[in-house]
């Protein structure tokens, strides 16, 4: 509509859908197994995706180092080190000295990532461009608390779920995600609401 004048009446909006096994898991004996199989954490951030820069993922490894908790990385190129990206990603990593706090899980197939997900204590999508934004809704259908930029598609995929932040400021994204954290351990309420307007959204 603004760049070729097309006329919006002509357009229809046909939008993504997680598929359906991106659900909240009741089965506790699978969450079990899938952090024993993975060696997760109790408690993480979670990012799923691809090294690319518009990723900003620099932006979020020195988050994590503020916020001093752990990342689950979920993405086949993170673990790839023959891409130029990921080998200036583990340089990142090291200069920070957060080599302990980072879990780079590469590919792991969907049944896993649904666990994952809602083993989660909250998503972090820090880009600083998406054309949608996949890994918010598939979190949001599991129940888990989104962070996520507010730039380009995302608003609009996320509605009024997420906790939003200027993904040029490294601050606002600290405070994103301290904001849930901090919801998850003093104000269960707020933390829950998150949950369930995200499911109601996806």
């Known amino acids: 509509i603004r760049f070729l004048k097309f006329p919006e009446e002509k357009i229809f909006v046909v939008y993504l859908a997680a598929e359906e096994i991106f659900k909240p898991v009741t089965n506790h004996q699978f969450l079990i197994d899938i952090k024993s ?13 691809d090294v690319n820069l518009h990723k900003n993922l620099k932006r979020l490894l020195a988050a994590v180092k503020e916020v001093n908790w752990p990342l689950v990385a979920v993405g086949e190129a993170l673990t790839n080190e023959n891409l130029a990206e990921t080998k200036d990603l583990l340089a990142e990593i090291k ?3 957060i080599e302990k706090q980072i879990l780079r899980l590469g590919f792991v197939k969907e049944e896993d990532l649904v666990g994952i997900y809602n083993l989660a204590t909250l998503l972090v999508e820090p880009s600083l461009y998406e054309g949608f934004g996949l890994p918010v809704l598939e979190a949001m ?11 380009s598609s ?5 509605g009024d779920a997420p906790v939003y932040f200027n993904s040029n400021s490294q601050e606002e994204m600290i405070e994103a995600i301290e904001k849930i954290i901090n919801w998850r351990e003093n104000d269960p309420a707020k933390y829950d609401e998150l949950k369930r307007k995200g499911i109601a959204k996806a």
Not at 40 to 48: A, E, G, M, T
């Open 37 to 49: 199989k993975h060696k997760l954490p109790d408690r993480f951030i979670l990012y799923v995706g």
């Open 95 to 97: 200069k920070l000295k």
């Open 141 to 151: 259908s599991c129940g888990v608390p989104v962070a996520a930029s507010a730039t």
């Open 154 to 158: 995302l608003p609009e995929v996320g």
